[in-house]
């Protein structure tokens, strides 16, 4: 059975990347770049698991598995979001993923005591500080490249736990796995590069869940019950104040819009990355969830739980005209569908959101 769910899991995640792949050919849309490379991630670290299942681990695997699931996937595809979201103040939430993940990092060392961590976890907090204030202020500021500075973030790491990587001597067999659940297990690796994995799955799945939530926000019809605004050239401490409520605000006339969007869907004027976005976060949710619980030994779950994120994943982009306003067989010229013209966004929809 695992087996199958995994190399079911493997087949939807590479064809995902190649679609998105080939609509960055055309397109040539930085998100969908990020996006296939994390969705690339995903299906591998997913095939080594099947591979694992069929054969039994070994080093490479065990090295790739790490790498590509535990490390970049969630960083890359929450990366995709940052570059989707550029031009709007969605800066502001993608600070507070990297600074999360940097505290949530050091309490890790702390709680947990990974061996050869060293000065690690400030350096990594310190970073991600540093990276956070930087997004933030370039947001305040209304620049839109504060996307290439959340790329600096994910790449670096990336390029570093590479390098950590390299050089790391696993001890014999050259891999492990909990006995209890035959799921991989990363003690045998350091504390410099086991620490990476918060740093980048919080920054990037938080990123990927919220940037869903908020940008289904944008663009569905809305009912301001809390009002608020993040324009900068408000007085400075109301500014701080709008700031520090709009994520209540956000929540609050969410939920309050949700029956006009509701009305828009059934109308077929609704914007489609709002029903794709909800999917995408409910796929972000199901992963972290995955995640969580294999931690407690729910190792079918866990491969069944990525199986389910990625379709739900999948079935978000396809739906997203923005994303795929035609299907066709990949780096080819045959088309297989078109989209319908996409409803224009109601109400606020870009920076001033």
């Known amino acids: 059975m695992s087996v199958l769910i995994t190399g079911i899991t493997t087949a939807i995640a590479l064809a995902f990347a190649l679609a ?40 490479l695997l065990y090295r790739t598995w790490y790498l590509t699931g535990a490390v970049w996937t969630a960083g890359w595809l929450g990366l995709g979001t940052a570059f989707l979201l550029g031009r709007t103040r969605f800066g502001y939430a993608f600070a507070f993923c990297l600074l999360l993940a940097g505290l949530f990092t050091f309490l890790t060392q702390r709680r947990y005591n990974y061996e050869g961590a060293g000065n690690a976890p400030i350096i990594y907090l310190v970073a991600a500080g540093v990276l956070a204030l930087a997004v933030a ?66 920054t990037g799945g938080l990123a990927l869940a919220f940037g869903a939530v908020f940008s289904a926000y944008v663009f569905m019809p809305k009912r301001r019950i809390l009002d608020y605004s993040l ?9 701080l104040f709008n700031l520090a409520i709009s994520p209540v605000a956000i929540t609050v006339n969410f939920v309050a819009s949700l029956p006009r969007a509701v009305q828009a869907l059934l109308a077929g004027r609704l914007h489609s990355r709002v029903p794709a976005t909800i999917l995408i976060a409910i796929g972000a949710f199901l992963a972290s969830s995955g995640d969580i619980l294999a931690r407690f030994g ?56």
């Open 137 to 202: 202020v370039e947001t305040y500021f209304q620049g839109n490249r504060w996307p290439r500075i959340a790329a600096l973030a994910v790449v670096g790491a990336s390029v570093l736990s590479v390098g950590l990587m390299l050089t790391t001597t696993l001890a014999a067999p050259g891999w492990k796995v909990d006995p209890s659940t035959n799921a991989p297990v990363a003690d045998l690796l350091p504390g410099t590069l086991r620490l990476l994995t918060p740093f980048l799955n919080i």
């Open 231 to 239: 324009d900068p050239s408000q007085p400075g401490d109301q500014f």
């Open 20 to 59: 998105l792949l080939d609509q960055w050919r055309v397109r040539r849309q930085s998100f969908q770049l990020a996006w296939a490379i994390g969705m690339l991630f995903f299906g591998i670290a997913s095939g080594c698991e099947a591979i694992a299942a069929a054969n039994g681990w070994n080093e």
């Open 298 to 353: 729910a190792t079918e779950f866990f491969l069944l739980g990525k199986l389910v994120a990625v379709v739900f994943l999948f079935v978000g982009f396809l739906v997203s005209v923005e994303a795929f306003n035609e299907w066709r067989v990949p780096f080819t010229r045959i088309v297989l569908l078109r989209r319908r013209a996409e409803p224009a966004p109601t109400g606020e929809s870009q920076p001033g959101t």
